[in-house]
């Protein structure tokens, strides 16, 4: 009989376990491990024998093989005191979901690879492929046989364990201190990816751990039906912490189909300024210019000199997105030009906006139909476009970005079905 210093889970799973006198334990029906280290370590053993069920623990663990298969033996053991963090890994990871971070996916476990290391064994990989899953219905052997009549075989698909994460809410007895480490250095767009996949109670579980900054960049990854069913799942206190890191356009895109009552608890909790904007946002019909606008744009009086205006944005560090123009009002509000960034830096430093205006602005009504904003952003190759009501007031821009994600591509997506 030979000691082996590695295997597969599937294979010692219904092994016999002996102890250091050769006296006859049971049979192996699932491997208990410790989320404390590093690696899963294996520290105890749930066995059966007859109609007994027991779980033990011991000073030592060795895996043997000869043609009949894998034998087990303890040295030392005692019953298994369970604590906080363990997993079983039967029960908790085998056919369950999990984390592949490399791959930024979502995996089924066929097997798990141990392997010894130190002073006992550790969970090193685990086993994704079609030949993990043969090996745990326990015809790998044969089928492999066969294969090899016509000159085929099998390849292993294994992801170390350094590269995959549980998913915490199947193994509820875990407390990690900094849970979801290795998935929340992905970037959003991949977290929303991977949790798309995921049923939506560990979705919503996963996502309730996470700092409300990299909720709010998660959130805005996500497709319409889950930004619902997120916001809808969460308490309107930390609703309130997500959207604090949001623009309120975004946020107003997020609560339109989340139910009412839900949104009035949250907007409660937001800054009245902001929530007001919100609502106003909200009462846009869904095909119509102010349902995709931003708030967030920059505009300053006519009167305004370069100097002020320079130093203004040098304070305010407005984000790119929102810096392709300058838009100019009047004491009323109302948009009566535009200044580019070159025309700004170029100009005299006590010189007027209104002097150095370009005052034959394109701009669009807000309650003018998405199709007109579309074909004017085309036709004139704009990024942005102003947006005023019907007093010319200034009330928000359509950025090129948002025009895309919000108009263009859901209408592409209909087109690719329909064409399936």
């Known amino acids: 009989m030979e000691r082996v210093k590695g295997c597969f889970v599937s294979y010692i799973l219904n092994a016999p376990v002996y102890d250091q006198n050769d006296i006859y334990l049971g049979k192996v029906i699932d491997i208990i491990v410790t989320s404390d280290e590093h690696l899963p370590q294996v520290e105890g053993i749930k066995l059966k024998n007859r109609n007994n069920v027991k779980e033990i623990a011991f000073k030592s663990l060795n895996i043997f093989k000869d043609n009949k298969g894998y034998k087990v033996i303890v040295e030392n053991y005692y019953e298994y005191k369970r604590e906080k963090n363990y997993y079983s890994l039967s029960n908790d990871i085998l056919d369950k979901q999990i984390v592949d971070i490399n791959g930024k996916r979502v995996v089924r476990v066929n097997d798990l690879r141990l392997a010894e290391i130190g002073d006992g064994y550790k969970v090193v990989a685990v086993d994704i492929g079609f030949r993990g899953l043969l090996r745990r219905l326990g015809v790998l052997e044969p089928c492999e046989f066969v294969l090899s009549k016509f000159g085929r075989r099998l390849s292993n698909n294994l992801i170390i364990w350094d ?110 300024e902001d929530a007001e904007e919100i609502k106003e946002l909200l009462d846009y019909d869904e095909d119509t210019v102010g349902s995709i606008m931003t708030t967030d744009y920059i505009a300053f009086n006519e009167n305004e000199t370069v100097d002020g205006v320079i130093r203004n944005l040098r304070e305010t560090k407005p984000s790119s997105e929102i810096a392709y123009y300058l838009y100019v009002i009047d004491d009323a509000g109302r948009l009566v030009g535009v200044v580019s960034l070159r025309d700004l830096i170029v100009a005299d430093g006590d010189a007027k906006l209104k002097d150095i205006m370009r005052k034959n602005v394109i701009y669009v009504l807000d309650e003018d139909n998405l199709d007109d904003l579309t074909e004017l952003v085309t036709k004139y190759e704009l990024l942005a476009v102003p947006v005023v009501d019907k007093d010319r007031v200034l009330v928000g821009m359509a950025i090129l970005n948002d025009i895309v994600d919000e108009v263009l591509l859901p209408r592409w997506k209909k087109i690719l079905r329909r064409s399936a």
């Open 163 to 272: 590269n995959v994460e549980p998913i915490q809410g199947q193994i509820d007895r875990i407390t990690l201190s900094m849970p979801y480490k290795k998935l929340k250095s992905l970037h959003p767009a991949d977290i929303a990816d991977i949790l798309e996949e995921l049923d939506a109670r560990y979705r919503s579980d996963i996502f309730k751990t996470f700092d409300a900054r990299l909720a709010a960049n998660t959130l805005e990854e996500f497709e319409d039906e889950y930004q619902t069913d997120l916001v809808e799942n969460i308490d309107a206190s930390y609703a309130k912490e997500i959207f604090d890191n949001m623009p309120n356009d975004e946020i107003a895109d997020i609560l339109e189909d989340v139910d009412e009552e839900h949104v009035e608890k949250i907007l409660e909790k937001m800054d009245k």
